[in-house]
């Protein structure tokens, strides 16, 4: 149970502001629906990943949270540095953001 609270507010925190941001992000450069839905489901298969290491790191979260919130740490560098399998699915979505279509 408290690992499923975990993930719900990791989901909340962390997960969901990201996929909004990238998405918004993402439409207004006019990306592929394709590039969208890989990041989508790049940070969705993060999730377990992200809640595994609030669950071992607590503080983590906060932090990560925070900073994201405060706009420190960029959403997709969260996604790349816990799951490093999203670094190509972000890497082209970051060519449609930086007006670079890949």
């Not at 502001?17 to 298969?45: G, S, T, Y």
């Not at 999730?47 to 405060?70: F, K, N, Q």
Request: net charge negative; hydrophobic share 50%.
């Amino acid at each position: 149970m408290f690992h499923e609270i975990l993930a719900f507010i990791v989901n909340l925190l962390i997960v969901d502001p990201l996929q909004a941001e990238m998405d918004k992000r993402l439409a207004e450069a006019r990306a592929p629906q394709a590039v969208i839905a890989d990041v989508r489901a790049c940070a969705d298969a993060a999730l377990p990943i992200l809640t595994d290491r609030a669950v071992s790191e607590p503080g983590w979260v906060a932090t990560t949270a925070l900073d994201v919130w405060l706009g420190r740490t960029a959403p997709e560098d969260v996604l790349t540095t816990i799951a490093p399998r999203c670094n190509a699915p972000v890497r082209a979505a970051k060519g449609y953001l930086q007006g670079q279509s890949t």
